[in-house]
């Protein structure tokens, strides 16, 4: 007898029966604000191995991305120091079995970076967002 292919979102399930919680793993402060929030590297550490042991990928799709405000150190009367980049992504959560069954989760990230690295800030924080929300993980504090 051939065993039963499950469906993207029974995976999803198994993922979330698994992993209820990631901890908040970084102090933030800035601005006035001072918070906590949970690294990428935090929810991939979390998630990595059951993911795969239930057989989902992710796939990230950048769909759109500009910079909303670009650096510009000549700039007057104040100087650009940090470059603001804006992206739309899909962030897919594919069944390896049957990659045409999965789900999409649509997440919009901005970045900023004083370099070229604002772009790749805002995919890693889309996926990050996305996996977050997808399987519902509590995260410890309020955003």
């Not at 006035?32 to 990595?48: E, I, L, M, W």
């Not at 042991?53 to 500009?66: A, T």
């Not at 899909?90 to 999965?102: H, L, M, S, Y």
């Amino acid at each position: 007898m051939e065993a039963e292919i499950k469906n993207i979102y029974q995976r999803i399930n198994a993922v979330m029966l698994e992993i209820a919680y990631i901890q908040k793993d970084k102090a933030v402060s800035g601005g006035g604000a001072n918070y906590k929030a949970v690294t990428h590297d935090q929810v991939v550490s979390a998630v990595r191995a059951s993911l795969v042991r239930h057989g989902i990928v992710i796939e990230p799709k950048q769909v759109s991305g500009e910079f909303l405000l670009m650096r510009d150190l000549n700039a007057t009367p104040q100087p650009v120091k940090m470059g603001l980049y804006s992206g739309d992504y899909e962030i897919n959560f594919v069944n390896i079995d049957k990659p045409e069954d999965r789900t999409v989760v649509t997440v919009q990230a901005h970045a900023s970076d004083n370099g070229d690295k604002a772009p790749g800030k805002a995919m890693t924080y889309a996926v990050k967002t996305a996996v977050i929300k997808q399987f519902y993980f509590e995260t410890g504090e309020n955003d």
